[in-house]
T-cell receptor, first 110, second 112 residues
Framework: DGGITQSPKYLFRKEGQNVTLSCEQNLNHDAMYWYRQDPGQGLRLIYYSQIVNDFQKGDIAEGYSVSREKKESFPLTVTSAQKNPTAFYLC?????????FGSGTRLTVV | AQSVSQHNHHVILSEAASLELGCNYSYGGTVNLFWYVQYPGQHLQLLLKYFSGDPLVKGIKGFEAEFIKSKFSFNLRKPSVQWSDTAEYFCAVNADNNDMRFGAGTRLTVKP
């Protein structure tokens, strides 16, 4: 079945460490997105990519980085510069007007 | 970039009551509009979407939404809610620059 796979489901990180969240899709979708979900704030766009080797900052890109070396993969790195990284992270992909969401990764800084 | 406002942070209703959740967006160009639902412990599911045509859109589980272009609104409605509708509801807008923005969400609690 086609879909988006986010891994891991739960991730713990020590303060000051970088961590990378995986997002893989086998839907042949061109565009991919990363959102952060916090209670009472909905989903906020971190980064998005319309095509391979190209990506743009969303509304809250500071402290995050991404790469898009392959169409199928759009990993998100949460760097030590992100002041409040504990959150639920959602990846999505799009082809035309059809969006598909992953099941998310819950990141906790300990 | 476009922005999305959901007026109600938390709505509490009794079963069989009617529901209307507000959603307004700010963008002057062509938009696609969505309502997503997130049940407790589950991931986002699409309730309904509007791209063009009839501004009254019917979705799954008895939900509908009306696009009123002059008011930049896309309110979600359901005539009679059930306990199983307890969830968080997100309005989203995809504008012609192709990235999607979400509202802050409305938590709906339906009391049995």
């Amino acid at each position: 079945d086609g879909g988006i796979t986010q891994s891991p489901k739960y991730l713990f990180r020590k303060e000051g460490q970088n961590v990378t969240l995986s997002c893989e899709q086998n839907l042949n979708h061109d565009a991919m997105y990363w959102y952060r979900q916090d209670p009472g704030q909905g989903l906020r766009l971190i980064y998005y990519s319309q095509i391979v080797n190209d990506f743009q900052k969303g509304d809250i890109a500071e402290g995050y980085s991404v790469s898009r070396e392959k169409k199928e993969s759009f990993p998100l790195t949460v760097t030590s510069a992100q002041k409040n990284p504990t959150a639920f992270y959602l990846c999505a992909s799009r082809r035309g007007n059809g969006y598909t969401f992953g099941s998310g990764t819950r990141l906790t800084v300990v | 970039a476009q922005s999305v406002s959901q007026h109600n942070h938390h709505v509490i209703l009794s079963e069989a009551a009617s529901l209307e959740l507000g959603c307004n967006y700010s963008y002057g160009g062509t938009v696609n509009l969505f309502w997503y639902v997130q049940y407790p412990g589950q991931h986002l599911q699409l309730l309904l979407k509007y791209f063009s045509g009839d501004p009254l859109v019917k979705g799954i589980k008895g939900f509908e939404a009306e696009f009123i272009k002059s008011k930049f609104s896309f309110n979600l409605r359901k005539p009679s809610v059930q306990w199983s509708d307890t969830a968080e509801y997100f309005c989203a807008v995809n504008a012609d620059n192709n990235d999607m923005r979400f509202g802050a969400g409305t938590r709906l609690t339906v009391k049995p």
